[in-house]
């Protein structure tokens, strides 16, 4: 399951307005880290644009001290962070 296409589709849409100035470099590096994962990098990357790379190695509460990094290994630890991700407070 595809985790809330309408807020995925339009994080997407923000990304490639030209205000946002997205860093194609950071979200290609943050793509190849969530093990391809593109709607996860790419609200990972809205929410924290130039800080994203870092907080990929951060443990976070919410995900049961384990990284974002460590929540791509498995189906039911990637629905998880996606999860996750739909409660930040933006």
């Known amino acids: 399951m595809h985790f809330k296409l ?3 589709a339009k994080v997407q849409e923000e990304l490639h307005s030209p205000a946002f100035g997205k860093d194609e470099s ?9 093990n391809f994962y593109e709607d996860i990098a790419s609200v990972f990357y809205f929410i924290y644009r130039e800080d994203s790379v870092k907080y990929l190695e951060k443990r976070a509460l919410i995900l049961d001290n384990l990284t974002p990094i ?20 933006y």
């Open 6 to 8: 309408a807020f995925v």
């Open 26 to 34: 950071i979200l290609n590096i943050l793509k190849e880290k969530l």
């Open 70 to 89: 460590e929540c791509v290994a498995t189906e039911e630890l990637v629905h998880r962070l996606r999860e996750a991700l739909l409660r930040y407070p």
